[in-house]
């Protein structure tokens, strides 16, 4: 009897010690995580360094035009500094790799996603993914349409940047005066893809500046092609802007008409265009048209100083990645980000909090100031 007494007090001991451990565990103080935000997990949760470690996954639309590259390399340099890990992909413009891309970044832990998308309507399934993960989104760039699982959008005012593009004809070509000195010009526009929202509020904002001349006659549009569901450009493709603008100088320039503006949306459409028009006899620096552009790109950049491109808009991709990363850095620790519009950008479930940066016109006149003094290329880049 002594015997089974002693012994059943022994296990009473051994079970109390068991749950004092246990209760121990679980009072145990939240520990800070590498980003400063608090981790409420229990030690049974987490029990390696790494699962502390916050993970941001990246998904971009393309290496194919120089900005992308750009932005993703900021934004990862940039997280990465802040202690975050960082998966960053590139879909290649195709709509289903970046989806497949997105499943496994949310499958792979990740805890906050940044998605420049490459159809801005496609991803409306896997974001609702996230969403039920608890898994915020931001918008890069380009907003995330039919969604209410987008939480910050960073970009640029992109009607401001139609505005830039139709401001800068309107001065060079002095389309004021026009009408009282009697000249007219030929315009031909090349706008951007249909599932990019920034593609719709760029040609709104150039139509915005120049539809009055369109309407005086001041600029007379041979193709007839004005309206963005005529102008557009499936992806931004340069060689779809290319056989485009081959078609309407063989169609319409035929008959001694000279083509004296291209409204391009993109520096990579206006790639197209111009190889279009040496292809129709056209030569830079002899009755060469003004063309447009957008992204400062390398290539741009060095046309601009060869006369082979008139401008192109220069959106400081550092700023806007650092934009992007102060959201992300503020969502993870549960804070409120910096964001200066709330009005503009509604993706059609809900208006999403924007931070807009400022895209300026680069030309000739202003490369130096703004592409090789704000350090964003070296003069020797430029050569
Ligand atoms: C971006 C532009 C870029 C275009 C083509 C747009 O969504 O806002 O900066 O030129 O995509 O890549």
């Known amino acids: ?23 121990c565990s679980s009072k145990e103080p939240a520990k800070t995580t590498d980003t400063g935000t608090k981790d409420t997990s229990t030690t049974e949760d987490k029990t390696s360094e790494e699962k502390t470690v916050k993970k ?21 340099k940039e997280l990465e500094a802040l202690g975050y ?52 989104v931001i918008a890069y760039d380009r907003l995330l349409m039919d969604t209410d699982a987008v939480s910050y959008y960073a970009t640029f005012d992109n009607e401001g940047v139609g505005v830039a593009i139709g401001t800068y004809i309107e001065e060079k070509m002095e ?10 010009y030929n315009i031909e526009f090349f706008m951007g893809s249909p599932d990019d929202n920034n593609a719709v509020f760029l040609d709104n904002g150039i139509h915005k500046v120049l539809d009055k001349y369109l309407d005086s006659g001041v600029l007379v549009c041979q193709s007839g ?21 081959e078609d309407i100088l063989s169609g319409f320039y035929g008959d001694g008409e000279h083509l004296d503006i291209a409204a391009s949306a993109f520096d990579g ?3 197209g265009i111009s190889a279009a028009l040496v292809g ?25 100083i060869s006369g082979s491109q008139s401008m192109s808009i220069f959106k400081d991709t550092r700023v806007l990645a650092e934009k992007a990363v102060t959201m992300v850095q503020a969502v993870l620790e549960g804070k409120e980000p910096e964001i200066n519009d709330t009005t503009t950008y509604n993706n059609n479930v809900k208006t999403v909090p924007s931070y807009l940066c400022t895209p300026v016109a680069v030309d000739i006149d202003n490369y ?16």
Not at 175 to 184: E, I, K
Not at 226 to 233: A, E, I, V
Not at 368 to 383: C, M, P, Q, R
């Open 1 to 23: 009897m002594k015997k089974m007494i002693s012994k059943l007090l022994g296990v009473m001991l051994v079970m109390a010690m068991v749950f004092s451990l246990a209760a």
């Open 56 to 76: 941001v996954g990246v998904a971009m639309p393309t290496q194919s035009s120089q900005r992308w590259i750009q932005d993703g390399d900021n934004i990862k």
């Open 85 to 136: 890990q960082v998966d960053l992909q590139y879909a290649e413009d195709d709509v289903q790799a970046q989806v497949s891309q997105i499943e496994n970044l949310i499958n792979n832990g990740a805890d906050c996603l940044v998605v420049a998308a490459v159809d801005s309507s496609a991803l409306v399934n896997v974001l609702g993914e996230a969403k039920n993960n608890n898994i915020p």
């Open 175 to 184: 389309l004021a005066t026009a009408a009282a000195d009697g000249r007219t």
């Open 225 to 245: 092609q004005t309206t963005f569901d005529k102008t557009n450009t499936l992806r931004w493709s340069q060689e779809t802007a290319q056989k485009r603008c």
């Open 269 to 271: 459409l206006s790639y």
């Open 280 to 304: 129709a006899g056209y030569t830079p620096g002899d009755g060469w048209p003004l063309i447009t552009g957008q992204d400062a790109e390398l290539m741009a950049a060095k046309n601009i």
């Open 368 to 383: 130096s100031e703004v592409l090789i003094d704000s350090g964003y290329y070296t003069a020797d880049e430029l050569k």
